[in-house]
């Protein structure tokens, strides 16, 4: 026992040791790129095209030469390109970056920098074909993914695979150092392409957190250290269940605050491993906020069950503005509030957390979709003179008593 509490220590030791040395938790310095990715923490493919399309059309001012381009060619072994009349596009003709000559030759980059992202039908075909009927006789084409994986055969559909060269977003890295020297006295441009060059590491793992996390995973594989954090990792699983559960009840604490005759208690209960807040309004219908990261709100109901309240509940909500509706889902209104859950164990900052949580789902609509469903069990109430199948007839008594 005490063997394995001393091993249990030394682990966290050196793996607290390794976070220090990676600078893993610091905060990230500014990075325009990293501001503009989407909610699943993507940069655009669009983005990522025009910004190399701008290194690779550079020319250094006063120079016609183009070094970043050359070097370029070379890094990924593209011959006998030459730069006379050279254009470097993006967006163009459905094609992600084309670059012509005056000698008819054409490269076309087909971009895919978000890994989840599958290739269009006949992509690359496609490509090939509207260089060919533009007149361009000697026509590369390169597939630019973070790991360098080829196409899919939908993609490239009757063509040779030889025609096609894989390159990875990981092998541009040397490429864009290269360029970040080449601009050295132009400081706007190189701290532009310092900042890309962090999000091409953050995309390809080879950032700080990437190595931090290589190095890890051999501590893992040290000694008896794999089954003592299988341990740790049931005991993790636990204390992220009661973290979120805390957060949930602290968000719901600061919800009541803002939102006068909320749902009671005895309506609440949790969603599977304490990812949300449900509350059972009724037999058809209920109010659920989840964080999964990204914390989302809004009111279920089963079109295919309850149609006529489904309608009705749509219906009733479609003037609360940002709303969507999914009947694949079960729900006539529902909207992302923007904001990930965050598991904190620091107390104080956990409550800074909740309460700005708290407010964004309300600014974000809630209070309007909870006065929407009070407005509809009134209505109800009165047409059926007791009880209401939106809320139940305890609720529906609350209302009437508070406009009596």
Request: charged share 35%.
């Amino acid at each position: 026992m005490i063997d394995n509490y001393h091993n249990y220590r030394l682990l966290l030791a050196k793996a607290a040791k390794l976070y220090e040395r990676h600078g893993i938790g610091l905060p990230d310095p500014f990075n325009v790129f990293s501001s503009l990715k989407n909610k699943n923490g993507n940069l655009h493919e669009t983005l990522h095209s025009r910004f190399l399309c701008t290194l690779l059309d550079y020319k250094k001012p006063g120079d016609e030469t183009r070094e970043n381009l050359k070097d370029f060619l070379l890094r990924v072994d593209v011959k006998d390109f030459e730069l006379c009349g050279v254009k470097v596009e993006p967006e163009c003709d459905g094609i992600d970056i084309r670059i012509t000559n005056a000698n008819k030759k054409a490269m076309a980059i087909e971009n895919k920098s978000n890994p989840k992202r599958g290739d269009e039908d006949k992509q690359l075909w496609r490509c090939y074909h509207t260089l060919k009927g533009q007149g361009y006789s000697d026509i590369k084409l390169l597939y630019l993914t973070p790991d360098g994986h080829k196409p899919s055969d939908n993609s490239v559909g009757n063509l040779d695979h030889k025609r096609i060269k894989c390159i990875s977003y990981e092998g541009l890295i040397p490429w864009l150092e290269s360029c970040q020297e080449r601009d050295e006295n132009e400081t706007a441009l190189q701290d532009a392409v310092a900042q890309y060059l962090q999000l091409v590491r953050e995309l390809t793992g080879t950032d700080g957190r990437g190595k931090y996390m290589s190095d890890l995973k051999e501590l893992c594989r040290e000694d008896n250290n794999f089954v003592l954090i299988r341990d740790l990792r049931d005991a993790m699983r636990e204390v992220e269940k009661e973290l979120r559960k805390e957060i949930w009840d602290k968000i719901e604490c600061e919800l009541k605050s803002e939102i006068q005759y909320f749902p009671p208690d005895k309506k609440r209960s949790y969603k599977q491993d304490n990812k949300g807040l449900c509350y059972q309004l009724s037999e058809s219908t209920s109010l659920e906020i989840v964080g999964d990261p990204t914390i989302w709100f809004g009111v279920r109901c089963s079109k295919k069950k309850y149609k006529d309240k489904y309608d009705t509940l749509k219906n009733a909500l479609e003037d609360v503005s940002g709303g969507k509706t999914s009947e694949k889902w079960e729900l006539p209104w529902w909207r992302y509030v923007d904001i990930d859950l965050e598991l904190l164990s620091n107390d104080a900052a956990r409550q800074d957390y909740t309460k700005k949580a708290a407010q964004e789902i309300v600014e974000k609509g809630l209070k309007e979709v909870w006065e929407v469903l009070e407005d509809l069990a009134l209505v109800n109430a009165i047409k059926e003179g007791e009880k209401t199948k939106l809320v139940p007839e305890e609720q529906i008594f609350e209302i009437l008593e508070r406009i009596s």
